[in-house]
Nanobody, 115 residues
Framework: QVTLVESGGGLVQAGESLRLSCAASGSIASISAMGWYRQAPGKQRELVASFITSGGSTNYADSVKGRFTISRGTAKNIVYLQMNSLKPEDTAVYYC????????WGQGTRVTVSS
């Protein structure tokens, strides 16, 4: 069993930064990847960034490359999403996920970017 708890969302102005955190608990040794999806109003959920636990390779959506950085904390059960130069189109609910034989989801944290 794996549980994910996200934090760090909020309301910011365009151009500002936010850092999201995702803390995993439970059988974290079984996790092969972690990352973030987001879902904007009226849109499908899309992958924002991912992190492979063995090797540390990362992947980003084209829309966030150069602005967002996914990283793992010193405590291996925490993953961060540093979001810089935020744009109004980044407004969404951001969901942390962990990949095992199935995906585990966090509860979501809302990010609102005003213009």
């Amino acid at each position: 069993q794996v549980t994910l708890v996200e934090s760090g969302g909020g309301l910011v102005q365009a151009g500002e930064s936010l850092r999201l955190s995702c803390a995993a608990s439970g059988s974290i040794a079984s996790i092969s990847a972690m990352g973030w999806y987001r879902q904007a109003p009226g849109k499908q959920r899309e992958l924002v960034a991912s992190f492979i636990t063995s090797g540390g390779s990362t992947n980003y959506a084209d829309s966030v490359k150069g602005r967002f950085t996914i990283s793992r904390g010193t405590a291996k059960n925490i993953v961060y999403l540093q979001m810089n130069s935020l744009k109004p189109e980044d407004t969404a609910v951001y969901y942390c996920y962990a990949a095992r034989s199935y995906l585990v989801w966090g509860q979501g944290t809302r990010v609102t970017v005003s213009s």
